[in-house]
């Protein structure tokens, strides 16, 4: 079992930053793939950012694309995502997960085996 926490989110305007934070606890998170999702209501769960247990491999949505970073400290059991020139359209609850393998396609969330709860980003124009 894997729980993850996020936070970080809240109210920005458009071209402004946030930095979430997945936290995890339970199983060692420094062996896991660790992906970000966002969803807004009516839609489905989009993928946005995934980064490999080590950091090696990392792949963004070609919208988040030079704007959004991903990273992780393992020694924390921690991963973030780094958002910067937010737009209105990044709107979205955004969710951690993780996964045990990289392989298998990590932008579906078939992929993932934990989730968090979710945080609440909203970028006003």
């Known amino acids: 079992q894997v729980q993850l926490v996020e936070s970080g989110g809240g109210l920005v305007q458009a071209g402004g930053s946030l930095r979430l934070s997945c936290a995890a606890s339970?199983?060692?998170?420094?062996?896991?793939?660790g992906g970000w999702f966002r969803q807004v209501p009516g839609k489905e769960r989009e993928f946005v950012a995934a980064i490999s247990w080590s950091g090696g491999m990392i792949v963004y949505a070609d919208s988040v694309k030079g704007r959004f970073t991903i990273s992780r400290d393992n020694a924390k059991n921690t991963m973030y995502l780094q958002m910067n020139s937010l737009k209105p359209e990044d709107t979205a609850v955004y969710y951690c997960?993780?996964?045990?393998?990289?392989?298998?396609?990590?932008?579906?969330?078939?992929?993932?085996?934990?989730w968090g709860q979710g945080t609440q980003v909203t970028v006003s124009s």
């Open positions: 339970g199983r060692t998170f420094s062996t896991l793939t």
């Open positions: 997960a993780s996964s045990n393998t990289w392989y298998g396609g990590v932008q579906r969330t078939t992929q993932y085996d934990f």
